[in-house]
């Protein structure tokens, strides 16, 4: 199995980062009244069904990492707007495309490696 470019990787999320929300298409469900449907802590996917927990979320109160082997996409964190600590991406060997289009602000750091 080919092993993903990790260079190539940060440049995607960077340019996803950038370009922001398509929000014609953006599949989010409404949010809570105070404008954020929130996951309380730190969030590690390391599998898929980690990654389903994400879903509908607009914000983690936290660092999110995704070490997730057998992830191919980040398709659940659509919605994800805010992440209050670091997000890092890390050890996805099946990883083919990392996207979080309504992403607009990382209060720590983004970290993408292998």
Do not use: W
Request: proline letters at 4%; aromatic letters at 4%.
């Amino acid at each position: 199995m080919k092993q993903p470019n990790n260079a190539a990787l940060a440049v995607a999320i960077t340019a996803v980062l950038i370009a922001g929300c398509d929000e014609e298409n953006s599949g989010c469900p409404d949010v809570e009244e105070n404008g954020h449907k929130t996951y309380a802590g730190h969030l590690t996917i390391s599998d898929a069904a980690d990654l389903e927990l994400l879903e509908g979320y607009s914000q983690v109160g936290g660092d999110l990492t995704f070490s997730c082997p057998n992830c191919e996409n980040t398709d659940a964190a659509i919605c994800l707007e805010h992440v209050t600590g670091d997000l890092t991406i890390s050890d996805n060997t099946a990883l083919t495309s990392a996207a979080f289009p309504a992403l607009e602000q990382i209060d720590g750091h983004l970290y993408a490696r292998e």
